[in-house]
């Protein structure tokens, strides 16, 4: 081999070596794909960065596939996708990484409500609407985001208190004392403050009411049967179990039937979950959870209607909130076979 040649072979595999060092500190722990490369023909469409907070549910598996089913090129988009991991930091490198691509919409659900000003700002001064994604953002600023695609936390927790009022009324326990252990999602995420708040206003109002402990699970099944694990031994005597996602709630099952309680309808211990999952609406359907207050993951064709409207110049809500129901042995049937998720 020539020296030229030998020179050539050697500069190329460092060129090579430059571009994977690049890419690799541009992800930075930042899952993210391209729906596809982007050709000269796509000027026309409406190119979307979308950061989802991670991937630690079944209920957030549902939503992604919802944003990806519908920002798809035959609907016009050119979709940009990050995977947070449960990050906020990667979601404020992403969330830079489609300013410098200079996208035409940024979609994203914020991992916590808090700490978002300045990339927010910077998005803004980029003239990029931000469309927040079933989260919310607490930010000094509104106008840091043109709306919110949804649910209502707030009003979930107290949907759940509210079930619970009605439950031990029509079981002729509404005065007796009640001990409730509650499992939380990630503290400071909208999700943990809305439906921690909403249960606690129901529950501010009754003092037979005794919540025992509230204890952070991540929103996993596998830190949820960890924690309850411990709890069933220091509480005994609970009655209810809150539990703020059914990826927990199904871990937080698995270890008191290991502590030999029984749970849901005839069951020792109440279990009151969220998100309604079709695995968990079969638990429903069998008594097994006595009841599932819905969060709706199906935002995606919610986010193109309101991105096709801001394209058309037209006035759009501050807030869209999906609909959504609370599930009990005595309707949950006729929901379960049109559940995909």
Known sequence: ????????????????????????????????YISDEKTV??????????????????????????????????????????????????????????????????????????????VLTEAKEAKIPVILMDRAADVDDDSLYVTRVGSDMHSEGKQAGMWLEEELRNKGTFDDEINIVVLTGNKGSSAEIGRSGGFHEIAAKHDNWNILAEVDADFTTSKAKEEMRKLVKKYPDMDVVVS??????????????????????????????????KEALIMVEKGIINVDIECNPLQGNYISNVIKSLEKGETIQKEYIVDEMVFTQDNVSEYIGERTY
Do not use: H
């Open 41 to 118: 023909t796509d000027d026309n469409l409406i190119m979307v960065g979308v950061s989802q907070l991670g991937s630690e549910s079944v209920w957030r598996t549902a939503n992604t596939e919802s944003v990806q089913n519908a920002l798809t090129r035959e609907n016009g988009y050119f979709l940009l996708f990050s995977n947070a991991r449960q990050i906020q930091e990667n979601q404020i490198k992403a969330i830079r990484g489609f300013i410098s691509q200079k996208v035409d919409y940024i979609v994203f659900s914020p991992v916590t409500e808090t700490g978002w000003d300045t």
């Open 244 to 277: 703020q996602n059914d990826d927990m709630t199904f871990g937080a099952i698995e270890a008191l039937n290991e502590a030999g309680k029984t749970t849901g309808v005839n069951g020792d211990v109440k279990i009151i979950s969220f998100d309604a999952c």
């Open 1 to 32: 081999m020539s020296k030229k040649l030998a020179l050539s072979v050697v500069i190329g595999l460092c060129l090579i070596c430059l571009v994977f060092m690049f890419l690799f500190s541009f992800s930075d722990g930042v899952s993210s």
